[in-house]
């Protein structure tokens, strides 16, 4: 059984930094695109970074590109957003997501929620002004 599971989310004052991290288990193959996305109160889910599954490519939203950064540690099936210069319209919960497909590529398909497969339960990031 797939589980994801994000931890790092908290109140942070603008400028701030916080640090996302997604363990994943139950996976059978470690070809899997993972993604964050987020959505704040009265606003669809929108794509915030996704990352392949070695690592070599990855995507932003125009919003949060040069803030922050996706990694992930394929030996510890975690990954990571490095959220830095933090600001009030980042405030959301933020969920990961797996994607179980080999022929994913480009920003298109990295970013289209409804091509993930399995997601987490979200964590909440709120910057204060």
């Known amino acids: 059984q797939v589980q994801l599971v994000e931890s790092g989310g908290g109140l942070v004052e603008a400028g701030g930094s916080l640090r996302l991290a997604c363990a994943a288990s139950?996976?059978?193959?470690?070809?899997?695109?993972m993604g964050w996305f987020r959505q704040a109160p009265g606003k669809e889910r929108e794509f915030v970074a996704g990352?392949?599954?070695?690592?070599?490519?990855?995507y932003y939203a125009d919003s949060v590109k040069g803030r922050f950064t996706i990694s992930r540690d394929n030996a510890k099936n975690t990954v990571y957003l490095q959220m830095n210069s933090l600001k009030p319209e980042d405030t959301a919960v933020y969920y990961c997501a797996a994607m179980f497909r080999s022929d994913c590529s480009g920003y298109g398909c990295y970013a289209t929620p409804n091509r993930y497969n399995s997601w987490g339960q979200g964590t909440q990031v709120t910057v204060s002004s």
């Open positions: 990352i392949n599954w070695s690592g070599a490519y990855t």
């Open positions: 139950g996976f059978t193959s470690r070809t899997y695109v």
